[in-house]
């Protein structure tokens, strides 16, 4: 969807002034208030969200919280306001359906609503996660050979010719344009050369990566890039020169929305409340077709918290309700490959994702802090996702599956097993997961079924 850039770019520049410190203490004022008056509650026991009406009383508080608070431009100190009209007109025009890839490995991503008989689309790859040169091509070719993932999303390259890659300089460039390059041999050398790379460009912090990458050699239009919403409901101009830098590019784009869980938009709640507002911004402001939902608890940053689960559960309900958008959830787990727990965590992410009618945006092992990740998380995500579709879950029955998973990985906040590096739990010739990691991979999978989740294969 095309968004009036030009428009919102005025109103960054001329916009009503505030100091960034009084915009964020208004809107943990706000969220407050709008929490009470919608009476929006989280309830740890009920993490997989059936409350019809209370996701449409969120839908209608994160409209009220874009009209009062606006989207903070950071550089400029102006707020860009909104009128209801063009909040509405803006979900009513985004895409409902969208063709992605190429050729025979084209995928349809849709915005998902209840029973409308369409599962998730399945994201593979790292997102954020560090990956070093050596690794980088059989890490990603470990995703790429996973029939059952529609689509991939890149590591971050953080070194090229053994330098590090920092933020704003040459070697961003040279980082995105190589993961492209490396990202495309991949799917070819899996058989799999049209499929859709989801957030290309993940080497690269600014506007430079997008810029190199928009190219039909790196980044096909066939593909998607990222536009972060800063955390919370603000923006900069390296996020609105990354619009402009697709503007005429037809690549598809995509947001990022982080908002964090005890910050200022206070707890679970009034974090539901920040990425439901966010997501009506980017979707008005960015003009972007998708949306990447990464809601961050305070201590852990893990999305498989019970209040990361239930504020990604209550957003897609509202939006699926109310105003449906693709959106794609993080599932960023705390703790890395061949661990039993980061098998545990992936399925609790996926029954809640796949239940909240939500795609999801792949596995970030370890928080993406390590690069302890495989393709073979990836593969039991899809899988998880694929049973709980299938066996056509109730609300309750899904819960109560959430509730006994969580309790296997919760440990894990405080004493992470951040797991095994990649060449430890892959083949590095064969790109196949080793038998330790297999054989664990096979006994989780295994004690799950016997929770009463039915597997197809």
Wanted: aromatic residues 8%; hydrophobic residues 40%; proline residues 5%.
């Amino acid at each position: 969807m095309r968004s009036n850039i030009f428009e919102y770019i005025r109103r960054a520049q001329n916009g009503t002034y505030m100091d960034e410190n009084d915009f964020n203490m208004k809107l943990f004022r706000t969220c407050s208030k709008l929490v009470k008056e919608y009476d929006i509650k989280f309830d740890k026991e009920k993490i997989v969200v059936g409350d019809e009406a209370m996701a449409d009383r969120l839908f209608k508080a994160s409209l009220d919280l874009c009209l009062e608070m606006g989207m903070f431009c950071v550089d400029t100190n102006r707020i860009i306001e909104f009128t209801m009209e063009e909040l509405q007109t803006a979900l009513m025009l985004a895409p409902q359906e969208m063709i992605l890839g190429e050729g025979k490995d084209i995928r349809v991503m849709r915005a998902r609503k209840f029973d409308d008989g369409y599962r998730m689309t399945v994201c593979g790859g790292c997102p954020g996660t560090p990956l070093p040169e050596e690794l980088f091509l059989p890490i990603m070719m470990s995703y790429a050979k996973e029939p059952l993932l529609d689509i991939i999303i890149p590591g971050s390259l953080v070194t090229v010719d053994g330098m590090g890659v920092e933020t704003g300089g040459p070697l961003e460039i040279r980082a995105c344009r190589q993961e492209m390059m490396w990202m495309r041999e991949a799917l070819e050398r899996a058989g799999r050369p049209g499929t859709h790379i989801y957030a290309a460009g993940e080497s690269s912090a600014t506007e430079l990566g997008t810029l190199a990458i928009c190219n039909p050699r790196y980044m096909r239009i066939s593909d998607s890039h990222m536009i972060p919403v800063l955390s919370e409901l603000k923006t900069d101009k390296i996020r609105l020169s990354r619009v402009m830098t697709g503007y005429e590019y037809p690549a598809f784009t995509t947001s990022l929305i982080d908002p964090i869980i005890g910050g200022f938009g206070g707890g679970p709640e009034g974090a539901a409340l920040v990425q439901a507002a966010a997501m009506i911004m980017s979707t008005t402001v960015y003009g972007v077709d998708m949306h990447c939902l990464h809601p961050i608890h305070n201590k852990y940053i893990s999305g498989s918290t019970k209040e990361g689960l239930w504020v990604d559960s209550i957003t897609g309900r509202a939006f699926a309700q109310n105003a449906p958008l693709a959106s794609l959830a993080d599932a960023w787990t705390t703790a890395g490959a061949g661990t039993e727990e980061i098998l545990y965590e992936t399925a609790a992410l996926a029954i809640t994702q796949e239940m909240s009618a939500l795609h999801t945006d792949s596995l970030g092992a370890t928080n993406g802090v390590y690069p302890n990740c495989s393709g073979l998380e990836s593969r039991f995500f899809a899988e998880v996702t694929l049973a709980a579709f299938n066996q056509k879950l109730t609300v309750d029955e899904a819960n109560e599956l959430v509730l006994r998973l969580f309790k296997k990985y919760e440990h894990g906040f405080e004493n992470p097993d951040l797991g095994l590096p990649f060449p430890e739990v892959y083949d590095i010739k064969t790109i196949e997961p080793k038998k330790e990691w297999n054989d664990t991979y096979k006994r989780v999978k295994d004690d799950i079924a016997a929770m009463g989740l039915n597997f197809a294969f």
